[in-house]
């Protein structure tokens, strides 16, 4: 190492490099709706529906990377989305929400390349798992907040269960520890790059999602 060079710590470098897609994905039209109350709740639930998809490709490759060094220190059981999905999409759309479950085209290659990513390479599920853990524990819970005002939702209840991490007490305590596990991510400066390109990649994967909600739930007039 040249110790004249500043070193930038990777999880600035990662959070820089995706500053303007999350402002990008943050004030997509469907975003900017679901949260301004201008849509209805079956376009919250359809959203919901789509994230079950990513969370599934994300949750059924974790066990298996556990043990591996890069991304293993990622897998936290703190984190595991799935089970409050199932409970708010069982809200959401009935018992028999599971019959009714279909991705859009966009949310089906997102899932896929996230479930490539856990089987071939752990640097770009970590990629993956950055943009989505750090993000629900962040601006989550402001969409958390409007859902529950906009439709009803009991505060941290049933239908806004994705967003509330029971066994996390302090998220910022939380998140300052997952940056320092990105600081540590036994990677090489090449390697470095590619997760950070796989973690823009990530964010257009969740902008594409978007778009496609936005076309099926256009305001009217
Ligand atoms: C309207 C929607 C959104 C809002 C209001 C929002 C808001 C925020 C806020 C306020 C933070 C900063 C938290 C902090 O400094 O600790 C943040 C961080 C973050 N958000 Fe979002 N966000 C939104 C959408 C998204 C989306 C769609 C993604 C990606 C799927 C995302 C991924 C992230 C990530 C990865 C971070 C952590 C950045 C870091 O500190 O490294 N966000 N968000």
Known sequence: MNLDTPVTAFSTLIRTASHEQHTEAETSTFMSDLLGGRL???AYTRYTEQLYFVYAALESGARELAGDPVAGPFVQPELMRLAALER?????????????LAALPATRAYADRVAECARTWPGGYVAHHYTRYLGDLSGGQ?????AERTWGFARKGDGVRF???EDIA?????????????????ADDLEKQRIVTECRQAFALNTAVFRALGEEFPLSA
């Open 142 to 146: 402001i969409i958390r907040d409007r």
């Open 88 to 100: 708010d999409l069982e809200h959401l759309r009935g018992p028999g929400w599971r019959s009714t």
């Open 170 to 186: 302090n998220p910022a305590a939380f998140k300052r520890a997952y940056r320092e596990l990105l600081d540590r991510v036994p």
């Open 40 to 42: 209805g709740v079956d």
């Open 163 to 165: 967003y509330v991490f």
